[in-house]
């Protein structure tokens, strides 16, 4: 099965092919399309008989690929809210009214 760490060896992203999508190496099929297919209910072996060119490991590649990508999207999603709340607190702060208290 295809890990984070091999899907390098199967999916690119080239600026001249599908406006620099990620795709399949060596087609122009793209991860986005293969997920597509796969979220409509075909099964692996469907998508391979649809599309010659692809191997099973080609597919799995973009299951990594979307997972990998899923991972990365949630802890930039969680450190862009932390930076966030740091600055919209940073800038209320000074314009509320202190109060001494005696």
């Known amino acids: 099965m295809a890990t984070v760490h091999d899907y390098h060896e199967r999916v690119v992203l080239d600026p001249d092919v599908r406006f620099g999508k990620p795709v399949v190496r060596g087609t122009r099929i793209t991860v986005g399309d293969v997920l ?31 997972a990998d990508r899923e991972r990365r999207s949630v802890s930039l999603s969680a450190t862009r809210t932390v930076f966030r709340v740091t600055v919209l607190a940073s800038a209320l702060l000074p314009s509320i009214p202190r109060v001494d208290v005696a």
């Open 36 to 66: 597509g297919y796969l979220a409509s209910g075909m099964t692996e072996d469907d998508v391979l008989v649809d599309f010659p060119p692809l191997t099973r490991a080609d597919v799995r590649a973009c299951r990594a690929f979307a």
